[in-house]
DNA sequence: GTGAAAGCGCTAACAT
DNA sequence: ATGTTAGCGCTTTCAC
């Protein structure tokens, strides 16, 4: 269970910091790796007087083993710079490592979709180390399918986690368990205040709502802004994009102080009531052009009323890559999408537990804001 | 020498397409590479009646085995969906697999820094499967330099090839080489005509130069755009942006057919002429508002020049995040970028070539089009 | 607490 | 042309 195990030296950076020159790791990191002359478990269980079974037995801190031995062979582990050598560890282990990916559920099309892509991506990485993914989804309305979806990845044991939070406090305490059994987790798309994560790769949610702002008034004198909202039904929700519609509301203040921000919401499951909601907001704005913005990737329900209204004389913006929206945007019902690659959030995140798994190596950065991509009519073909 | 050799099994992917029938192979695919009872060297030789020693000269296609053994030891391999073991592979091999990268030299903070990075994130993963990578850069502007570093390439036998093309003919004999000698080779940035390749990173650069025009004219009545060029020195050179350029004409004509457009080249080595041709530019153009655009990467000289000119009536669209670029974007000199991932271009060539030398596997897509990245003030700081 | 030894699946040198 | 065998570096019993 080393990666996991505190005082395992891989485990614990710091150990091989203290011991190791900086000099000699750089040299040591470039070709321990493969060529030539490595430094065997063997080399150092001769160094250190022991044999290759001690020796192991202190790499992954499974005890019994004599403390002064143990500090010897720290020693001469980290002297000569040794590194073991996974695939001979791969190839000997019985180890099977699991990586469990806690999404939402999702209808074909949907944004989790694209997760789901991405966590196959990843499965493929992760797969030639010997690390199988288990995906378990959640209906993100509700809560005990999530608090269901924990208890089962606890029950599996897993060596890692990759998650996807949309439940707070339920998201919390499970996080607190994973820490608690050492087991390292990854956060995916949002994230939350605990400090325990091993990693984050997500969007730069308040950012991507200040950028909304900029290419949907794209410097034309903006009187009034539509914010379409989904109405929710459940309460107690995290709200995934209230940062970013504060972003986009920043914007506006500072740049457009005048204009006036209107919220519309709109049912995602009656489309007659939705169809009404638009028709009311279209009958009482005067102004020949809309400016219209949608914070999260169902844009799409407003480039159908506009397609089935026929109505041309609006700016309109939404997020995501959806096929829906993208073909919103090829027609030009949506002008243009923010859009961010969260199949490689899921298969970084994947990346990233592997890593550790097997290399004992955390990211390089902990916190990861994936780039916010404009596509337009003229890009979004090469876009993925 | 297995991956080169033509008759290899692995090499031929048809060979075990024509043996094994796909329910079989996608069962297997799943789950051999880890999981529980895979089908070992051993187990293929048992059946086949043979020894190790020999399966493993048919898999590794090196001679002196008997047709008939040949063949039956093929059949056997196919029905049991034998794959190999590659940790246990590179563990018993003392091959050292050599990838070696041609590009051009540049200097800090010119756009083929990037690409070298990418090579750097490319040996991290090819360095796990003990591919060494090494970097051979060239002078772009002269041939006997291109000329040395692919003889250079030649003579250090490399087990593979990445390679961005400036120079067509000389490219041509080379890969031609590589393609006699059986090693395989990917085109970044740019590709050439001859079909030999393993795959090919790049832009869409038709695509790119249509897109530039679209941001650039953004719905202005334009009534002229000015094409900034370089002026080169030396002849003979394929010029990389003509394509790009091709594109942005192509638009300009179809949306403003009445839209001139101006051509100036300026002197990259030589900042009084530079300048004194841009103040040619404004003096000689009327209009208050001016559309620039520079299809190579180069766009700073312009921003430079219009910052000490103070001056902020022009809308400028270049190419590439070069430090000098992004500042020229967060000063409001330049108003948007298009930008690659020319980084993962080089990374994802080098991994394509380390997969098909270990796994035997080639890329999913031959030509891959990187996206094309529109960057401006708000979010180029998350770019990369 | 520690060491010895038997593999993991494959490669390659050496016999035959 | 084919079989045998000694490793590659590590893990994991099983003795002591």
Sequence with gaps: MCGNGKNCIFGNPKIIDTFVPLYIR???????MHEGNKVTINDVAKAAGVSKGTVDRVLHDRGEVSAKSKEKI????AELGYRPNFYASILASKKNYLISCIIPEFNDGEFWELTEKGIDQGKEYSGRFGISIEPVMYDQYDLESFQRACAKVLASEPSGVVIAPMFRNETLKFVKELSDR???????????????????????????GYLCADILTDGHPVRKV???????????????????????????SEHYPDCVIENTFIDPKDKAARYGKLDELFRNDPDPWKYIVM??????????????????????????????????????????????????????????????????????????????????????????
Tied chains: 1, 2.
Excluded: W
Excluded at 26 to 32: D, K, P, T, W
Excluded at 74 to 77: E, G, H, R, S
Excluded at 182 to 208: F, H, R, T, W
């Design 182 to 208: 050492n087991v390292p987790y990854v956060y995916i798309d949002s994230k939350l205040e605990d400090d325990g994560y091993l990693a984050y790769y997500g969007m730069p949610m308040y950012q991507s």
């Design 74 to 77: 720290l020693k001469v582990i």
């Design 295 to 384: 914070c999260n990737s169902r844009v799409h329900f407003v480039a159908d009323y506009l397609r089935d209204r026929n109505i041309r004389t609006c700016r309109v913006i939404g997020f995501d890559v959806l096929e829906k929206n993208l073909s919103a945007l090829r027609d030009g019902y949506v002008q243009a999408l923010i859009a961010q690659h969260s199949d490689r959030q899921a298969a970084a995140a994947i990346t990233a537990l592997t890593d550790y798994l097997i290399l004992h190596e955390g990211p390089a950065k902990k916190d990861n804001y994936t780039q916010m991509d404009i596509l337009n009519r003229y890009n979004c073909d090469y876009y993925i």
């Design 226 to 252: 539509h914010i379409i909202r989904i109405a929710r039904d459940k309460r107690g929700l995290s709200d995934p994009t209230v940062t970013r519609r504060t972003g986009l509301i920043d914007y506006i």
């Design 26 to 32: 750089a040299a040591v990191a470039r070709f321990i």
